[in-house]
Structures are given as C-alpha cells and as structure tokens.
C-alpha cells in the first residue's frame, strides 16, 4: 500500500530565509506524488506533481520539489520564503484506485 | 478558470439529523471523491465515483453516508444520522478520467451538536 510520512508537524522560518518540508514516500511502483497547500480556512490548492516525468518538478509560487527514488523522498523546497506562504503543507500520493493519501501535514510559519 | 464548488460553506446541526453536503464538480469531469479532515487530523478519503455508481469507499463511509449525483451537475454527499464525530471538513474533488489530478472545492465545515 501507498502511504507518505512528512518528517515535521511544524516548520519555522524567517521571512526570506530557504524553505525545506520533508516528504517521505513509500509504494510498491514509481508513484505519483504531490504537494498541496491549506491556508488558513480555505481548501486544498495543487502546488506542483511529480509523474514519472523530470525529477525536479517546479510549481506554482516559487516551490519546486526533488523526487528521490532511492532515498523514496519527496521535498519541497523554496529559495526564500514570503509572509504569504504561511500554511499547511500535505504531501499527498495517489494510490492504484485513483484515490489520494494524505500525509499527516506541516505547518509552516514564516517570521517576519 | 473552472472550479470545484460546495454548499454550504458551513452547516451546523444537531446530532441525529440528517445533513447533505453539496458539490458542483468542474463539468467536463467524469470522476468524483469526497474526503474529509477531522479537526487537526490529516485529510482522509471516503469515497469515489464514477458512471452513477460508488467506485470505491473507505471503512469511514459506513451506512450512515451516501452519495448521489442527482442531475447532470451536482454532487453530494448525505449523512442519515449525524454523530458527533462526523464534525469535520468534507472537502469534494473531481478530476478527468484516467487523470492523476484531482481539483479540490473550498470545503464544507459540518458542525454536530
């Protein structure tokens, strides 16, 4: 069975500093991998895929995430982070049925 | 650009109740998926479908739920008897056939008392 582990609940970091949430995967065949986002009472909104493609899958608002098969890594990263992607993270793979998993989410917070 | 849509955006009711929870999916889409978020917990699907019937359901969506797609364009899910700890977010998604991207609506926050 699929199944992703984001490796921390909570990510803190100054307002310009890099970004790195963490995203571990496991599956039994090359899998299809995303990123979504959940600001604060809104719903989930797609930040990039990976399908079996480049490796190095760039997204929307600047992130951009590796895919790692012999790590089973999937991070995401941002050069320098802005107030506005204060949110929660899901690193999320999608399963033989078409149905998505869910990881357990990480919390970004961007200082100023 | 289209977009998934839900009704109501928040529904409160009283524990027994029935509730229905409505969705528009994006309209050239053939596959639909209910999930759901309890409160500080992860997203978790309950069911999908497709050609009028359930493709799949997860242990989540016992008796108490159903699912129907009573026009051409709306789709929602029921819950007969709510319970306190259906108390979440549903979220709706709808994707092409065959497509590994699902697009998300804005979620229904359901409230039991």
């Known amino acids: 069975a699929q199944s992703v582990t984001q490796l921390d609940s909570h990510v803190s970091v100054s307002e310009g500093t890099p970004v790195l949430l963490r995203c571990n995967y496991s599956?039994?065949?090359?899998?299809?991998l995303f990123w979504y986002v959940q600001h604060p009472n809104k719903g989930l909104q797609l930040l990039l895929k990976?399908?079996?493609?480049?490796?190095l899958v760039k997204g929307i608002n600047g992130f951009e995430a590796e895919f790692k098969k012999s790590e089973t890594s999937f991070h995401l990263t941002k050069p320098s982070a802005h107030m506005s992607d204060a949110a929660e993270y899901f690193c999320?793979?999608?399963?033989?049925?078409?149905?998505?998993?869910f990881g357990s989410g990480t919390r970004l917070l961007v200082r100023p | 650009e289209p977009e998934v849509t839900q009704t109501p955006s928040h529904q409160v009711t009283q524990m027994g109740q029935e509730v229905i929870l409505r969705c528009v999916p994006i309209?050239?889409?053939?596959?639909f998926y209910w999930y759901r978020q309890i409160l500080g917990q992860k997203v978790e699907f309950l069911v999908s479908?497709?050609?009028?019937?359930?493709?799949?359901k997860s242990e989540i969506f016992d008796d108490q739920f159903s699912v129907e797609r009573p026009d051409g364009s709306n789709f929602t899910l029921k819950i007969r008897s709510t319970k306190l700890e259906d108390s979440a977010m549903y979220f709706c998604?709808?994707?092409?056939?065959?497509?590994?991207?699902?697009?998300f609506g804005p979620g229904t926050r359901l409230t039991v008392l």
């Open positions: 479908f497709y050609n009028n019937e359930i493709s799949e």
């Open positions: 999320v793979v999608l399963d033989s049925s078409y149905k998505l998993i």
């Open positions: 309209s050239n889409h053939l596959y």
């Open positions: 990976y399908t079996s493609a480049a490796t």
């Open positions: 599956s039994s065949y090359s899998p299809s």
């Open positions: 998604a709808s994707s092409e056939p065959f497509s590994n991207e699902q697009f």
